[in-house]
């Protein structure tokens, strides 16, 4: 995911968009305290991918609070 697809997103779709990914987190989370994970680098790219969001989330709200300046 590419923070250039996440700036035109609105606030709602980013947060559905981090919820997802924490649940696949916390799902691969899981498998790999049993030893299930296929693809180790998968959590690494998801916790990259929630930080990116949230930068996206930051810019947005930012943007708001100095338009009403």
Do not use: C, W
């Not at 923070?3 to 919820?19: H, S």
Request: no cysteine; charged share 35%; glycine share 8%.
């Amino acid at each position: 995911m590419k923070y250039a697809d996440l700036k035109d997103l609105t606030a709602e779709e980013l947060r559905q968009k981090e919820a997802g990914l924490h649940e696949e987190l916390f799902k691969l989370r899981l498998r790999q305290a049993t030893a299930q994970v296929e693809n180790p680098m998968r959590i690494r790219q998801l916790r990259r991918d929630i930080a990116r969001i949230r930068t996206a989330q930051r810019a947005l709200t930012g943007a708001m609070g100095k338009g009403g300046s």
